[in-house]
């Protein structure tokens, strides 16, 4: 097969993304090189590509940060072996037939795990790993809010909350994606597109609030995400699907004493010994069954433009794959 990637010649629409001839790359030391069976979709893909993250390369940027394949070739050092299978998550660099990237970032697959599931889950199921265990501890006493629950996150994080016994409330557009969410561990799902997700949380806890809030949306949902939280309450701002949060202020966190935190996946897979703990956890939870992956969309690599369409208008659910 000819090796290609798919690149954006400058931050903008999906019309700026071209199929490239790559040759592959051979591996330096401590690397591998892999040939992609399966690469995941993300929204940090059109952060990159429309430039609400800073482009990081002077031009042609490749997009994709997560991905499953084959080892076709390792570098010095390395412990891994040719035609071994493995995943991984990493920013940018995986919307390509091959890519060579550190060993020390390749996870290697089990069995139990498919190439199309490990690249459907590897940057959001590890992101829904850190969410419940570090960014705010949940516990089965907790009642929680999480924001776009029929999302690839968010489906993945309904199962384990519900694993764990939490009370968890998602919020999702429309009654497709709440019942779907229901059916992935959310004890209620609030439509926010056609009910006030504030006071319908507040009703739904008889004027409590919650413990946390698990907040991707960003600027439409921010304010009111702060003020559903219980006193000392934790609001956990991940992403920011409609609009970076600059309509946030510290000063709104007296009204509760609350925390605030905003983390990034990137972060913790940098520590050392965690990616191996993170995975090992998540594959432990797919594989007794407990967590189930929606893939509930696949395109050819070559149509990445059309899923970045379909994710930023809302079209989706649960995880997207692209395939080479
Ligand atoms: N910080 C991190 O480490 C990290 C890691 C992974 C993901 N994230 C963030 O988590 C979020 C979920 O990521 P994902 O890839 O799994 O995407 P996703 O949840 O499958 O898709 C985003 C969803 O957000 C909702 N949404 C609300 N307002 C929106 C708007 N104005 N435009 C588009 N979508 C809107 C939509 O659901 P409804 O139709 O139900 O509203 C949409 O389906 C993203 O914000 C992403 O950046 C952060």
């Known amino acids: 097969m000819m090796a290609y990637a798919m ?8 019309e700026k993304i071209f199929r490239k001839k790559i040759k592959v ?13 399966a690469i995941g979709l993300n929204f940090i893909d059109i952060y990159f590509r429309s430039g609400v993250y800073p482009w990081p390369v002077p031009r042609d940027l490749v997009t994709g940060s997560e991905g499953a394949g084959v080892v076709e070739a390792v570098g ?48 959001k199921g590890l992101t829904a790993y850190y969410l419940l265990h570090h960014s705010f501890p949940v516990t089965s006493s907790d009642t929680v809010l999480f924001h776009a629950a029929a999302g690839g996150v968010g489906l993945l994080a309904g199962q384990w909350l519900a694993a764990k016994g939490v009370r968890a409330i998602g919020t999702a557009g429309g009654a497709e994606k709440c019942a779907l969410a229901r059916a992935h561990g959310y004890r209620e799902v609030i439509d926010y597109r056609a009910e006030d997700f504030a006071a319908e949380t507040m009703r739904l806890t008889a004027g409590q609030g919650v413990a946390a809030v698990y907040d991707s949306i960003g600027f439409d949902t921010i304010l009111k995400s702060a003020e559903v939280l219980q006193p000392f309450g934790t609001l956990v701002s991940f992403g920011q699907s409609s609009g970076v949060p600059d309509n946030f202020r510290i000063s709104h966190l007296a009204r509760a004493s609350l925390r605030v935190t905003r983390p990034t996946l990137f972060h913790f897979t940098r520590q050392p010994g965690w990616l191996a703990e993170a995975s090992g956890a998540l594959f432990k939870m797919i594989a007794s069954g407990a967590i189930k992956v929606e893939i509930a969309q696949r395109y050819p690599l070559d149509a990445v433009g059309s899923a970045h369409e ?15």
């Open 7 to 14: 690149a954006i010649a400058a931050p903008g629409g999906t």
């Open 310 to 324: 379909a994710l930023a208008a809302r079209q989706t659910v649960g995880s997207s794959i692209l395939v080479p």
């Open 25 to 37: 790359p051979r591996p330096g030391p401590g690397e591998i090189t892999l040939r992609h069976t």
């Open 76 to 123: 010095e050092g390395v412990d891994l072996r040719v035609g071994q299978r493995v995943a991984y998550t990493t920013p940018n660099g995986a919307y390509a037939s091959h890519r060579s990237l550190p060993a020390t970032l390749a996870v290697p697959l089990p069995d139990t795990i498919s190439d199309e599931v490990a690249a459907a889950v590897m940057l």
